[in-house]
T-cell receptor, first 115, second 114 residues
């Protein structure tokens, strides 16, 4: 069972369209991160959200953390071919004692933006 | 800073051979992580270190896998003996702190066991 479920798995759209991808879990996370990975490279951090209901914007990308801190979404406005890549969400479960495990990653959404 | 440096970038080996993957984390980062990525299973955490000490190795698939961090600037992941099902991309990542801080990943080592 995957701790973090991402949907859709694959998405191919035309340049200029808007899109939303989702990251869902039954677990509560102390923080959630989004990464983008390009072929042959490691994931690169885009954003970290910490507070339930938090919204962060990065140019045309809008990230939202669910109120219950169990889910998140990434919305891209006017997608461009440069947005093509694998988008991964990752969650950190913080223990009450202050310790934390390593990040758990979803399988990602493969996004292709066609010119 | 040059980022997280992994070597080699590609490794092709025969089944049964020993394979050693190397990682140099970002200076000053106290946490080092080893992940494995496959199409079927995505990114899986294998083991992580804090201040050179292994904290959680529950993700290491079998006794054939071992990892060491002899000092703050170097870590190895060893597979002995290697098997075809070990074929994957192995990533090393480092972070200044745990929890909400982002990870910086290396470019990965693509391992093929034939």
């Amino acid at each position: 069972t995957q701790l973090l479920e991402q949907s859709p798995q694959f998405l191919s759209i035309q340049e200029g369209e808007n899109l939303t991808v989702y990251c869902n879990s039954s677990s509560v996370f102390s923080s959630l991160q989004w990464y983008r990975q390009e072929p042959g490279e490691g994931p690169v951090l885009l954003v970290t959200v910490v507070t339930g209901g938090e919204v962060k914007k990065l140019k045309r990308l809008t990230f939202q953390f669910g109120d219950a801190r169990k889910d998140s979404s990434l919305h891209i406005t006017a997608a461009q071919p440069g947005d093509t890549g694998l988008y991964l969400c990752a969650g950190a479960i913080m223990y009450s004692g202050g310790g934390a495990d390593g990040l758990t990653f979803g399988k990602g959404t493969h996004l292709i933006i066609q010119p | 800073d040059a980022g997280v440096i992994q070597s080699p970038r590609h490794e092709v080996t025969e089944m049964g051979q020993e394979v050693t993957l190397r990682c140099k984390p970002i200076s000053g980062h106290d946490y080092l992580f080893w992940y494995r990525q496959t199409m079927m299973r995505g990114l899986e955490l294998l083991i992580y270190f804090n201040n050179n000490v292994p904290i959680d190795d529950s993700g290491m698939p079998e006794d054939r896998f071992s990892a060491k961090m002899p000092n703050a600037s170097f870590s190895t992941l060893k597979i002995q003996p290697s098997e075809p099902r070990d074929s994957a991309v192995y990533f090393c990542a480092s972070s200044p702190r745990q929890g909400r801080y982002g990870y910086t990943f290396g470019s990965g080592t693509r391992l093929t066991v034939v």
